[in-house]
């Protein structure tokens, strides 16, 4: 039976991370992530997608989350410069695996992106290993899978998800 | 505005215009749906997804509901996906394998030859009722080109090679160019993305250098970032689209830019990868050129190519990987983009990752480039909105031999676009000439 405060351990976490990015703290919010950390997002058409062997949209290592988190930074991110206005809604969270140094989870997102005169949410779960560190989680491993069948309100995945 | 005035195009005083009007009227892009989309070539797959009896591929092509299929006999064919008895899609997955297609609704079930091989209760039909009649109804035109497959809804439209015409040069440098890799194939996995504007836009977009170091710097820092770190040289993107680059323009507005890259990985080598990665493609490169000679093997390798088929069709084959990147229009302000990425099939799986890394790192919607391209379209598509300023302008490099950088090939798109409409024949410029001798890197 798993330690009953878990889950609200990994919420209060997963709400922390939430709302870094709504407010644009990156380079904190890098701070959340272990050096052997991956970040993928697969393609709509499919949530299976693995970045060895598919084409994702996204498929970071630390360096290269460093690379999205730099370039978010720059004035010369045109898609989000000036920045949109973000809502992340966190929920359904589940503990799906449990050990001493590691804890799998499962949620669910919406992702509100509000700019230039249109909101467009981005729906779908997270796939998460968090890896257990002094006084807290770091993300070790972060899935965004999409329930989209395609970018048809976003144009891109110009956001962290 | 009259379509026929709607291209301002001369070249005696080296002055391309195109009326805003083209990419926000409604009448135009009626007009562009019975004239271009309908008369023709519009890529539908590529080989290697139909590779068994029964493999097919559903897709909406020119806004009609298609599939593709590889028929028992091993005859590839294309039809409309709609019930010859009342309308319902027959195909309702995206992808798979099947023996036959049966409409749910009334239960008419056909062969993957497109036959209606049988229905529910057939007693209750005249003898003039003739199910050979009603078969499922194919694309009135269906060809393939070095594995890539075409449909028209023109059945007067000449053949798909004639059509591609001078083009082919470069296709085939592309299609060669994996031949002792296994031929190419498209991997899992499609970048499926609407932009808020005409589809026009990232036509230009996908053939246009000029943008390249404005709109892109932070992937052009990015670049630099990890070059730097293996102590590598900058990127120097602007001298790379001057020196061994150009643009080229072929008639039925087929055209593109062309340009050396280091990092491809068939085959030229980048600072950023492993060393045995290196190893494979110099072997790589040295097996071009014995098998095609200098020239042909080292321009395969040494040189990233940006075409277009038109009208909708972008083949990419870049630093950044191998990519047919299809426009569809939506409405005069929006367009929808299927993009799917190419492997060699038998590539080294740690050359595979670095080409699927490229490809993303810089031309999905999640990447670091392409996000500013949509929002770089987008803002264009607003400005229209400000109608008393009525014209674009694509002059660059009309009074020289053309540089990448310079839009030769987006007015070549634009002179057969307006021929198409119904405006003057499509003309010529000194830039339509052939291409620049290509130069050798040993």
């Not at chain 1, 970045?51 to 730099?70: C, Q, S």
């Not at chain 2, 990127?235 to 072929?250: A, D, K």
């Amino acid at each position: 039976m798993p330690d009953p405060s878990l889950r609200s351990q990994v919420e209060d976490f997963l709400y922390q991370d939430a709302a870094l990015l709504d407010e644009w703290r990156l380079d904190d919010w890098l701070a959340l992530f272990t050096a052997d950390c991956s970040y993928v997002v697969p393609t709509t058409d499919l949530p299976e997608g693995d970045p060895t062997r598919h084409a994702v949209f996204i498929d970071d290592n630390y360096e290269r989350l460093v690379g999205r988190v730099t370039r978010l930074k720059s004035r010369h991110a045109h898609r989000e410069y000036p920045y949109s206005r973000t809502r992340r809604l966190v929920a359904n969270v589940r503990i799906t695996r449990e050990s001493p140094e590691e804890v799998d989870v499962q949620a669910s997102f919406v992702i509100y992106r509000v700019r230039s005169g249109d909101m467009a949410p981005y729906v779908g779960h997270y796939e998460l290993t968090l890896a257990r560190s002094e006084g807290g989680f770091k993300f070790r491993k972060r899935r965004a899978v999409l329930d989209m069948e395609t970018l048809q309100e976003h144009g891109a995945v110009s956001i962290i998800l | 505005m009259d379509v026929h005035n709607i291209v301002m195009d001369d070249p005696e005083r080296g002055i391309f215009r195109v009326h805003r009007s083209a990419l926000t009227s409604d009448e135009v892009f009626e007009l562009e749906q019975r004239r271009i989309f309908d008369h023709s070539w519009l890529y539908f797959a590529h080989e290697s997804e139909l590779r068994n009896p029964g493999d097919y591929r559903r897709r909406t092509i020119a806004g009609r509901p298609m599939f593709i299929v590889r028929g028992k006999d091993g005859e590839v064919r294309a039809f409309l996906n709609t019930c010859t008895h009342r309308g319902a899609l027959v195909c309702r997955h995206d992808e798979g394998t099947a023996e036959s297609f049966q409409c749910f609704y009334h239960g008419w079930t056909f062969n993957n030859r497109g036959e209606l091989a049988g229905l529910p209760g057939s007693d209750a039909y005249a003898e003039a009722f003739d199910r050979r009649e009603l078969g499922l109804k194919p694309v009135p035109r269906l060809e393939s080109y070095r594995g890539m497959y075409f449909v028209s809804m023109d059945p007067g439209i000449p053949d798909l090679v004639t059509y591609l015409g001078g083009l082919r040069h470069y296709i085939d440098l592309t299609m060669d160019s994996a031949e002792a890799l296994g031929g190419w194939e498209v991997v899992a996995g499609t970048a499926k993305f609407t932009i808020k504007a005409n589809w026009k836009l990232i036509v230009e977009n996908s053939l246009d250098a000029y943008h390249l170091p404005t709109v892109h710097q932070t992937y052009v820092d990015y670049m630099d970032t990890r070059l730097e770190a293996v102590g590598a040289s900058r990127m120097q993107m602007q001298s790379r689209l001057s020196g061994q680059s150009n643009g080229v323009s072929y008639p039925r507005g087929h055209g593109g830019f062309l340009h050396f890259a280091p990092g491809r990985t068939i085959a030229n080598l980048s600072p950023l990868w492993s060393e045995s990665a290196q190893t494979e493609v110099t072997r790589i490169r040295e097996e071009l050129i014995q098998r095609y000679g200098v020239e042909r093997g080292s321009e395969m390798a040494d040189r990233s190519r940006h075409l277009l088929i038109f009208p909708n069709l972008l083949f990419q084959d870049s630093h950044t990987g191998f990519r047919f990147r299809q426009i569809w229009p939506v409405s005069p302000s929006e367009l929808r983009v299927e993009q799917y990425d190419l492997v060699p099939r038998d590539e080294q799986p740690e050359l595979r990752s670095y080409r699927l890394e490229w490809s993303r790192a810089f031309l999905g919607p999640g990447g670091l480039a392409t996000p500013d391209d949509v929002e770089a379209l987008e803002s264009c598509q607003k400005g229209y909105g400000a109608r008393e300023l009525e014209w674009n302008d694509l002059s660059r490099g009309m009074h020289r031999q053309p540089l990448a950088s310079d839009e030769v090939q987006i007015r070549g798109f634009w002179r057969q676009w307006h021929y198409l409409l119904g405006g003057r024949p499509a003309g010529s410029e000194a830039g339509d000439r052939p291409p620049a001798p290509v130069p050798v890197h040993a």
